[in-house]
């Protein structure tokens, strides 16, 4: 079945520093992968999105690339704010429209 | 902008009442869901409905059910609530255009069951 397993947080890191939460999928067929952020107190919203092989997602300063040889869509930033402290999920959407869900890294971000 | 609101932010309930969570959305999304959060789980997804009055079971259904009268609300009801319910539950909404699949989230609802 559709699985997506992302790295296990949390995550600390000073401001400025490079960030990367790594994530693999297992699905049959060419699933759509996204990644969602949940700031503190708040609902989840998408952040970038990829939905063929080779595709790069990017947003806010994030990118991911989709890897079909790897089955992988790491998540990437140069330089972390503070402000990007939150939950990030790794989701993907198979052939209907139910979403898998990643199990969340918690990102913190220290001035 | 689309919003998805839900009835409450925090909520306590007791074992064994019926407890109802509220969601409503203003963008005439076609499709309606409820997921429960709980740490070290992510989401993980009670029911859906793809239209009016009709309804599927997600991966954990068991314990709730939906009820969708009206295309923009979507009603999660916990039967008999138990202490195992305390989560937090997530509603979420999209269109049916083949490539719109982002799902849209309202803040959630902390449910505490004593």
């Known amino acids: 079945g559709n699985s997506v397993t992302q790295m296990e947080g949390p995550v600390t890191l000073s401001e400025e520093a490079f960030l990367t939460i790594n994530c693999t999928y297992t699905?049959?067929?060419?699933?759509?992968l996204f990644w969602y952020v949940q700031y503190p107190g708040e609902g989840l919203q998408l952040l970038l999105k990829?939905?063929?092989?080779?595709d790069k997602g990017s947003n806010k300063g994030f990118e991911a690339t989709y890897r079909k040889e790897t089955t992988s869509f790491h998540l990437e930033k140069g330089s972390v704010q503070v402000s990007d402290s939150a939950v990030y999920f790794c989701?993907?959407?198979?052939?209907?429209?139910?979403?898998?869900f990643g199990k969340g890294t918690l990102l913190t971000v220290n001035p | 902008d689309v919003k998805v609101t839900q009835s409450s932010r925090y909520l306590v309930k007791r074992t064994g009442e019926k407890v109802f969570l509220e969601c409503v959305q203003d963008?005439?999304?076609?499709?309606m869901f409820w997921y429960r959060q709980d740490p070290g789980l992510g989401l993980r997804l009670i029911y859906f409905?793809?239209?009016?009055?009709?309804?599927e079971k997600g991966d954990i259904p068991e314990g709730y059910s939906v009820s969708r009268e009206k295309k923009e609300r979507f009603s999660l009801i916990l039967e008999s609530a138990s202490t195992n319910q305390t989560s937090m539950y997530l509603c979420a909404s999209s269109p049916v255009e083949r490539d719109t699949d982002t799902q849209y989230f309202g803040p959630g609802t902390r449910l505490t069951v004593l």
């Open positions: 963008m005439d999304h076609e499709n």
């Open positions: 699905a049959t067929g060419y699933p759509s």
């Open positions: 409905s793809y239209d009016v009055k009709m309804k």
């Open positions: 990829a939905t063929k092989a080779d």
């Open positions: 989701v993907m959407r198979g052939s209907n429209y139910k979403l898998t």
